[in-house]
């Protein structure tokens, strides 16, 4: 059962254009949504997070749009660099209960095309 | 400079050995965990430990131990019963549960 979903394995953009990610997540006791970035052979840099009383996070060209109502969240890179090309994971967890712990989707590789 | 340390980079592991992957960590963080990464399928959690000498099995502990007796230091242990442990591993660190991960940089495993 795949709580956070990314259906895009792989998206392509040219530099200077705006890269949307999507996110979509089923369980709704989810409350807390962080976005990672990784590169080959290396480990996960956290990106960009939102918490359920926001719709809305901006940090520098990363923006990240919560749709409590469609379980969905997104996240825009603009304007996109060649450097920005890796996989992003989107991660999800409750800030309730006694035992925490972020579920993450399978990732979509984004390749930004000088 | 404050991080998490991995070692070893790359490890060997033959049919029915125990191999033990390190993370260490110098953030002062409560909070430690393992991931497993194989192709396609996203980061999957094996065990994590949210203080000193307690923790909490994951969604795939099944051939793996851990252990936390110290707050710097959280081994894993890959055992035989692990029949198909080749992954990347991920160790990672937070100050406290319900915050932001800091990774470090993965351990390759394969199998001889």
């Known amino acids: 059962d795949q709580q956070v979903k990314q259906n895009s394995p792989s998206l392509s953009v040219q530099e200077g254009r705006i890269s949307i990610l999507n996110c979509d997540y089923t369980n709704s006791m989810f409350d807390y949504f962080l976005w990672y970035k990784k590169y080959p052979a290396e480990g996960p840099t956290f990106l960009i997070s939102?918490?359920?009383?926001?719709d809305k996070n901006e940090d520098g060209r990363f923006t990240v749009f919560l749709n409590k109502s469609a379980k969905h969240l997104s996240l825009h890179i603009v304007p996109s660099q060649p450097g920005d090309s890796a996989v992003y994971f989107c991660?999800?967890?409750?800030?309730?209960?006694?035992?925490?712990?972020?579920?993450f989707g399978k990732g979509t590789l984004l390749t930004v095309n000088p | 400079d404050g991080g998490i340390t991995q070692s070893p980079k790359y490890l060997f592991r033959k049919e029915g050995q125990n191999v033990t992957l390190s993370c260490e960590q110098n953030l002062n963080h409560d909070a430690m965990y393992w991931y497993r990464q194989d192709p396609g399928q996203g980061l999957r959690l094996i065990y994590y430990?949210?203080?000193?000498?307690?923790?909490q099995k994951g969604d795939i502990a099944e051939g793996y131990s851990v252990s936390r007796e110290k707050k710097e230091s959280f081994p894993l242990t890959v055992t035989s019963a692990q029949k198909n442990p080749t992954a990347f591993y991920l160790c990672?660190?937070?100050?406290?549960?319900?915050?932001?991960?800091?990774f470090g940089s993965g351990t390759q495993l394969s199998v001889l």
């Open positions: 939102i918490s359920s009383i926001k």
């Open positions: 430990s949210q203080i000193v000498n307690d923790f």
């Open positions: 990672a660190s937070s100050r406290g549960v319900r915050e932001k991960l800091f």
């Open positions: 991660a999800a967890g409750t800030s309730g209960g006694s035992n925490y712990k972020l579920t």
